[in-house]
């Protein structure tokens, strides 16, 4: 009897939370994997191509996220980036500020103020648009050597990606990474230093200007997001990692659906190890979204198993539509639903108990 009564409430309790028992947990890392451009149509093009299967699809909570701006119905990556790198609406172009051109702290310089480690591994310029959102604050995304500045006004544990040129051949004559160094930061330039690189603080600067496409780059992406895990993890209190994989992005500007699809796969690489990470420490919270769809792509016909399909762009620009969310982790039924892009910033900041 008193068996009986235990299992009843046991299942009772489960019905009532309608969630895992593990999903009641919070994280003490976070994972934000950005795909900029990345729609359900660049989503599925990819899962078709590899054979109807797709590493996010062991993500167990799912969404949508309206990317409208400030100033437009239809955002660019700056003030996208900033909507959920700052949890605020601002106007196209600006990074890492509101509409009234004033400052907002991104939620990597909160968990860097709550003594977290902190990193930023993207397939472009670090300076670029998205990735800039996190760390610096200029009214125009194109101020490249203003952004590369701005990296030095934080403590950042890890970043990498291309840009090179912007930290080295400056107007002002700053040589910055003389500066990193000075600020005990290990300097990489390709991908084989930075996987030599285990503790401390790397900036990996890859390439002179923005990372080459696929497959030239080969496996830099996941290979320097599994890197700086490697090196973040080491930090007892929590990591904030945002991963970007930039130029679904740009083959979508192109039209180019079989570029698009490389692109996208190895973002799904990427997500994959992430993912596998996550499923070990049971710790991390994983996050999967874009900053904006590009293209207006759709698909009319395709094959599983091969990239050979009907895809049609209605634009060389970005849409107006909402983008997919995925999330796995403890906290990840936080991001099922429609979500302003705005919130992000908001929920994992509660999830990891940051002090603003």
Known sequence: MKKTIIFCLTISFLC??????????????????????????????????????????????????????????????????????CGVKTKNGMIGMNSDSVAVVSILEEAE??????????????????????????????????????????????????????????????????????????????????????TGKLAGLLYEDQNPGMPDRGTMLPDATVAAIDILEHNTKGFFLMVEGSQIDWACHDNNAGQEIKEMLDFDETIGRVLDYAKKTGNTLVIITADHETGGMTILNGKFGSDDMKTVFTSKGHSGVPVPVFAYGPGAENFSGFMENTSFKGKIEKLLKLKK
């Open 113 to 198: 103020k709550n003594s977290l480690a902190t990193g930023i591994v993207v397939a472009c310029a670090v300076t670029h648009a998205t990735p800039a959102t996190y760390i610096a604050h200029q009214v125009n995304r194109d101020m490249y050597d203003e952004i590369a500045a701005d990296y030095l006004k934080t403590d950042i544990d890890v970043f990498i990606g291309g840009g090179r040129k912007y930290f080295e051949q400056r107007a002002d004559g700053r040589n910055l990474t003389e500066e990193l160094k000075a600020k005990n930061y290990q300097i990489a330039y390709n991908i084989a230093d930075v996987k030599a690189v285990k």
């Open 16 to 85: 009532f939370t309608n969630q895992p028992l593990s999903a009641q947990k919070t994280p003490k890392n976070v994972i934000f994997l950005i795909g900029d451009g990345m729609g359900i149509a660049q989503v599925y093009a990819g899962m078709v191509a590899n054979g109807n299967k797709l590493a996010l699809e062991r993500c167990t909570y799912s969404g949508f996220s309206k990317t409208y701006s400030s100033s437009n119905f239809t955002t660019d990556s700056g003030a996208g980036g900033t909507a959920l790198a």
